[in-house]
């Protein structure tokens, strides 16, 4: 593989991790401000590593050499996260375990008045994060089951075309 076909591949990885980065983040803004779909505080943590990806696919798109592989390590590792904290979030949705967040709880005030138990709620609601969010009623599949498979897709995608760069990397020189 020649030097201009492996800067493409590389260029067409980092560009498409950008976009995926930017797809998943704009559909949780789309969810949360147009559907008014309340996030949890393991909903806001599963955002990061899309911020992240799109970081590092920028990264990929500048870097040369040696640094693409590192670039690409800290890709798989951030989807490898990604995953992980879908699993948990799936996990309290399903009853497995409770959530390891103290946002997904009820604020606990032990003050005795009501104006003083007024202050010391949040802003905003929280969303208790057992309580799993459904794109569609007719679908069984939460949006972290969805935020799940998407992680999954996407590690697939990196360590395939990485494999397939490597594999034709001694041909068509």
């Known amino acids: ?4 076909q492996r800067q493409y591949i590389k260029n067409l990885t980092g560009i498409f991790i950008v976009l995926a980065g930017i797809f998943a983040l704009g559909f949780a803004w789309v969810a949360e401000n147009m559907w008014n779909m309340a996030p949890c505080g393991l909903c806001l943590l599963e955002r990061w590593p899309y911020r992240i990806l799109i970081a590092a696919g920028v990264c990929l798109l500048l870097v040369r050499g040696s640094f693409v592989a590192w ?50 709620m949040p802003d905003r609601p929280h969303k208790p994060c057992d309580l799993p969010s459904y794109l569609f009623s007719w679908l069984p599949i939460s949006l972290t ?29």
């Open 145 to 173: 089951m969805m935020n799940g498979f998407y992680s999954l897709v996407l590690l697939f995608w990196i360590v395939i075309s990485s494999e397939i760069e490597k594999k034709h990397s001694g041909k068509f020189r």
């Open 71 to 120: 670039v690409k390590a800290i890709i798989v590792l951030t989807l490898l996260v990604s995953l992980g904290l879908s699993f948990v979030h799936i996990g309290v949705e399903e009853g497995w375990w409770s959530s390891p967040l103290p946002e997904c709880y009820a604020v606990a005030s032990h003050a005795q008045d009501l104006a003083t138990r007024f202050m010391d």
């Open 1 to 4: 593989m020649s030097y201009q």
